[in-house]
Each structure stands twice: as structure tokens, then as C-alpha cells.
């Protein structure tokens, strides 16, 4: 996510904190990389003009030249403005005075609205939402199919009526009430580009559904276009924010950057995979924080008690107390990490490991690993896998051959499991890993 963004801000830092002590020159030096990074990262001119010119005027205000914590002060600037510019605190969702509380999501044809429509009602579901899914896109072929297959993939009900906008709201609105649900997340019809008439079809639709949000799902791959779309689409519709999709690609980050700064309107989600959980609510702190690679704890740890119950919690942290961690637990761990999403992204999430990852060759973080040791384990017995220290050459060669690996695979295997075991016993004191289990 904004990945060359976020090297080239780090280079900018780097060279600023090895100066010790900085001075007036080494701030408009340092001004200078971090503007021609997000102008790079393709944000709003605007934006960037007036955020540096606020970070210098602040950084100066605050004595940092000649200050032994100067440079550090000049990232907490910077990382303040950075937040500023995304929203200073998350926006959630609207709630309706009498549900159902309806979601319109509008955007254009390939922003991945689909898609989003599905993720949003799974987020709400999980939180506790009875989200009903509805079909308005009477133009895109099979676009109706395709939200009925995701409904039926995450067992949420999806309603497809016909007719003009007045009539689908109002069939869309008795069958919320019939079912009960407490959202009604719509997917409109999209075109390739702003048209009076695709505005006209969901100003009517709107009108009828009296929408306590409406939200622009717009691809992060568009960069500044996306803003332009932005402002028509809130002067013709009422936007009441945003929904990004696709941050997990090569996008240059310009869109999140600037589309709060230039509508003023909020950013709710954004979408950082294909897989239908990988949708996040949007918090500014953090994002700024993962921009600038100071990682996202906060978001590992939701992601985590989204995964782990409260049982299992309970079960490993005896386990951490204890010291009886095996490699079914060591299974379990790499299976949970798995679920949370792609590896670069979860190592993003942790402070420090960004950058390690980066250093990394490819094949050292392939995920891939992760299904190879999945096979070892599997192929031990559940005597071998509670008692690792009984295995001898004759169990690794035996083992070796059932998950299709080498005798060194299992030999690499158990070390690592060695190596973790006593890491993970070593912090099981510590706050951040009981904010994971607990």
C-alpha cells in the first residue's frame, strides 16, 4: 500500500535524522523530498503546496532548529499533517432514525462497486448488522447474477427487482421489512464515464430511498481523475464520503491523499484486496501511520480478534504461561496469520518490519512456505506434533515423504518452530502480545 510513497518519505527522514541536530537549510532540504514524493504519489498540487508550507511554519514554531529531537519533532509534524489532510478522526456509516439505514453506492463502471457492495454487507454483518443486498444495476449484463453469487458465497440475502427507481425502492424497502434487516447496501449502475443519465437514474433511486449515506466507491489506480469524478458526482448526488478500493495495487496513493483535502468529505473504507473481508474501515492515524512505514498495530490487533475467539485466546494464553506451545499450535498461528491477508501486508502492519520487508528477497517471504509447512505438520502424528523433541531421522525421513518434502525441510521446520517457541515465551509478558490473545 503506497509503498514507493512511503520509501521515498523514509529516505527524506533518514537523511534528516542523521544531521543530529538540524537547521534551517536541512528543513527546506528535507520540505523540498517529502513534496516531490507526494507529488509523485500524484496528490492535489493544492494539497501538497499548503501541507508543506504548514509543516515548515509549524516546525519552525516549534524550535526544532538546533534541538537535539528536531528530526523526530519534524516526523511527528509531518505525520500530524499527513492525518490532517485524511479526515483527523474516522467517519462511520449514518444510522437511519428507523431502520433499515440505506447505503447507495454510486461510482463509475469498473471501480469495483460489486464487489464493495458485497464486502461492506459482510462488515456490517459482522458487527452485528442484518445487511440486505440490492441489485439497481439493470444495465451492466449479469451484474444482478454476480451479486447474487457473492450473496449466496457469504450467505447474506440479496433482493433483484426490476422497474424504474421508484418502483425497485419500494419493493427494495418491503423486502428489508419483511426480513428485518437493519441495512439495505445498494449497488447502482455505473458507467464508463459522469453522464446525465446514469445521474438522472440514481437521483431517482435516491429520492425514493432517502439513502442515510451515499458513498463514491472510486479505484485508487486513477489517481487525480478520481477527484474530478469525485466533485461531480457529490454536486449532482449529495456524497456523504468515500469508499476506496483497490489500496493493495500499484496505485500512487494520490486519490486518498487528496479527495478528503478537495471535497471535504470523508473517507469510510477502502478496499485492500479481492477476497470479500478485505475491506477496513478507514482511521487517518493509521493510515498516516503505514504511510510513513510506522506500521498499523491497531488494525493487526482488530484483525486478530475478528479471528481468534475468546476460548482460544484463553487457551493460548495458558499455553504462553506454561510454556507448552507445540506445532499444532505453531500450525494454528500460521493458518491465523494466513486468514488476515496477504503476508506483505500484514508485516506492513508491524513497526519496523515494512522496511525489513522490503530488504527481503521475494523468496523469503513467499507465501507459499506457509502451505509447505502446513503439509509437514500434517503429516505427523498427533504424538509428534504435541511432542516435536521425539522426532528422529527415521520420523523426519517418514515424514518427509507423506508431505511430499525433504528430511532438511522437517530439520528447517523444527528449528524454526525452536526459534519461535522461545521468542513468543520470551514476550508473553509484554503489553502488545496480550492485546493479541486477549
Same mark, same amino acid.
Given at each position: 500500500?503506497?509503498?514507493?510513497?512511503?520509501?521515498?518519505?523514509?529516505?527524506?527522514?533518514?537523511?534528516?535524522?542523521?544531521?543530529?541536530?538540524?537547521?534551517?537549510?536541512?528543513?527546506?532540504?528535507?520540505?523540498?523530498?517529502?513534496?516531490?514524493?507526494?507529488?509523485?504519489?500524484?496528490?492535489?498540487?493544492?494539497?501538497?503546496?499548503?501541507?508543506?508550507?504548514?509543516?515548515?511554519?509549524?516546525?519552525?514554531?516549534?524550535?526544532?532548529?538546533?534541538?537535539?529531537?528536531?528530526?523526530?519533532?519534524?516526523?511527528?509534524?509531518?505525520?500530524?499533517?499527513?492525518?490532517?489532510?485524511?479526515?483527523?478522526?474516522?467517519?462511520?456509516?449514518?444510522?437511519?432514525?428507523?431502520?433499515?439505514?440505506?447505503?447507495?453506492?454510486?461510482?463509475?463502471?469498473?471501480?469495483?462497486?460489486?464487489?464493495?457492495?458485497?464486502?461492506? $454487507?459482510?462488515?456490517?454483518?459482522?458487527?452485528?448488522?442484518?445487511? #440486505?443486498?440490492?441489485?439497481?444495476?439493470?444495465?451492466?449484463? &449479469?451484474?444482478?447474477?454476480?451479486?447474487?453469487?457473492?450473496?449466496?458465497?457469504?450467505?447474506?440475502?440479496?433482493?433483484?427487482?426490476?422497474?424504474?427507481?421508484?418502483?425497485?425502492? @419500494?419493493?427494495?424497502?418491503?423486502?428489508?421489512? @419483511?426480513?428485518?434487516?437493519?441495512?439495505?447496501?445498494?449497488?447502482?449502475?455505473?458507467?464508463?464515464?459522469?453522464?446525465?443519465?446514469?445521474?438522472?437514474?440514481?437521483?431517482?433511486? =435516491?429520492?425514493? !430511498?432517502?439513502?442515510?449515506?451515499?458513498? #463514491?466507491?472510486?479505484?485508487?489506480?486513477?489517481?487525480?481523475?478520481?477527484?474530478?469524478?469525485?466533485?461531480? *458526482?457529490?454536486?449532482?448526488?449529495? #456524497?456523504?464520503? *468515500?469508499?476506496?478500493?483497490?489500496?493493495?495495487?500499484?496505485?500512487?496513493?494520490?486519490? $486518498?491523499?487528496?479527495?478528503?483535502?478537495?471535497?471535504?468529505?470523508?473517507? =469510510? *473504507?477502502?478496499?485492500?484486496?479481492?477476497?470479500?473481508?478485505?475491506?477496513?474501515?478507514?482511521?487517518?492515524?493509521?493510515?498516516?501511520?503505514?504511510?510513513?512505514?510506522?506500521? /498499523?498495530?491497531?488494525?493487526?490487533?482488530?484483525?486478530?480478534?475478528?479471528?481468534?475467539?475468546?476460548?482460544?485466546?484463553?487457551?493460548m494464553q495458558r499455553k504462553l504461561r506454561t510454556g507448552s506451545l507445540d506445532l499444532e499450535d505453531f500450525l494454528h498461528q500460521f493458518q491465523r496469520v494466513r486468514d488476515m491477508g496477504p503476508l506483505s501486508?500484514?508485516?506492513?502492519?508491524?513497526?519496523?518490519?515494512?522496511?525489513?520487508?522490503?530488504?527481503?528477497?521475494?523468496?523469503?517471504?513467499?507465501?507459499?512456505?506457509?502451505?509447505?509447512?502446513? $503439509?509437514? +505438520?500434517?503429516?505427523?502424528?498427533?504424538?509428534?506434533?504435541?511432542?516435536?523433541? +521425539?522426532?528422529?531421522?527415521?520420523?523426519?525421513?517418514?515424514? &518427509?515423504?507423506?508431505?511430499?518434502?525433504?528430511?532438511?525441510?522437517?530439520?528447517?521446520?523444527?528449528?524454526?518452530?525452536?526459534?519461535?517457541? =522461545?521468542?513468543?515465551?520470551?514476550?508473553?509478558?509484554?503489553? /502488545? !502480545?496480550? @492485546?493479541?490473545?486477549?
Amino acid at each position: 500500500m503506497l509503498e514507493a510513497l512511503t520509501q521515498k518519505l523514509q529516505s527524506a527522514f533518514h537523511r534528516l535524522g542523521s544531521h543530529g541536530t538540524i537547521t534551517e537549510k536541512d528543513l527546506d532540504e528535507a520540505m523540498r523530498e517529502v513534496r516531490i514524493a507526494l507529488l509523485e504519489a500524484d496528490v492535489n498540487f493544492k494539497v501538497v503546496r499548503e501541507s508543506i508550507s504548514s509543516v515548515r511554519e509549524r516546525a519552525l514554531g516549534a524550535g526544532v532548529l538546533s534541538s537535539l529531537t528536531g528530526p523526530q519533532q519534524v516526523i511527528a509534524i509531518v505525520q500530524e499533517e499527513l492525518v490532517h489532510i485524511l479526515g483527523d478522526s474516522q467517519s462511520g456509516l449514518e444510522s437511519a432514525p428507523h431502520p433499515p439505514s440505506v447505503v447507495l453506492l454510486v461510482g463509475l463502471k469498473g471501480s469495483g462497486k460489486t464487489t464493495t457492495a458485497a464486502k461492506l $454487507a459482510l462488515h456490517l454483518r459482522k458487527g452485528g448488522g442484518r445487511p #440486505l443486498l440490492v441489485a439497481a444495476d439493470p444495465h451492466r449484463v &449479469a451484474a444482478s447474477e454476480q451479486l447474487q453469487a457473492l450473496g449466496r458465497q457469504l450467505n447474506i440475502p440479496v433482493f433483484g427487482g426490476d422497474g424504474d427507481g421508484g418502483h425497485l425502492a @419500494r419493493q427494495a424497502l418491503a423486502e428489508a421489512r @419483511r426480513l428485518s434487516a437493519s441495512f439495505l447496501v445498494v449497488d447502482t449502475a455505473g458507467h464508463m464515464r459522469v453522464d446525465e443519465e446514469m445521474l438522472t437514474e440514481t437521483a431517482e433511486l =435516491k429520492r425514493h !430511498l432517502s439513502p442515510s449515506d451515499v458513498l #463514491l466507491v472510486v479505484d485508487a489506480m486513477t489517481g487525480q481523475e478520481a477527484v474530478h469524478v469525485a466533485e461531480e *458526482f457529490h454536486q449532482a448526488l449529495g #456524497l456523504t464520503g *468515500f469508499i476506496i478500493t483497490k489500496m493493495d495495487g500499484d496505485a500512487r496513493g494520490g486519490a $486518498a491523499l487528496s479527495i478528503r483535502a478537495v471535497t471535504g468529505l470523508p473517507i =469510510k *473504507f477502502i478496499g485492500t484486496g479481492e477476497k470479500t473481508d478485505a475491506l477496513e474501515a478507514f482511521h487517518p492515524d493509521r493510515f498516516a501511520s503505514r504511510i510513513l512505514g510506522m506500521g /498499523d498495530v491497531l488494525t493487526l490487533v482488530d484483525k486478530a480478534r475478528e479471528l481468534v475467539s475468546e476460548e482460544e485466546a484463553r487457551a493460548m494464553q495458558r499455553k504462553l504461561r506454561t510454556g507448552s506451545l507445540d506445532l499444532e499450535d505453531f500450525l494454528h498461528q500460521f493458518q491465523r496469520v494466513r486468514d488476515m491477508g496477504p503476508l506483505s501486508q500484514v508485516m506492513e502492519m508491524i513497526p519496523g518490519l515494512g522496511a525489513a520487508r522490503r530488504q527481503l528477497a521475494a523468496e523469503t517471504i513467499d507465501e507459499s512456505q506457509i502451505s509447505k509447512i502446513e $503439509a509437514i +505438520i500434517r503429516s505427523m502424528t498427533p504424538q509428534e506434533r504435541h511432542n516435536p523433541q +521425539i522426532i528422529d531421522g527415521s520420523r523426519r525421513r517418514r515424514i &518427509a515423504r507423506g508431505s511430499g518434502t525433504t528430511p532438511q525441510d522437517v530439520n528447517q521446520l523444527l528449528n524454526q518452530w525452536r526459534q519461535a517457541k =522461545k521468542l513468543v515465551e520470551s514476550m508473553s509478558g509484554r503489553r /502488545d !502480545l496480550s @492485546r493479541l490473545f486477549g
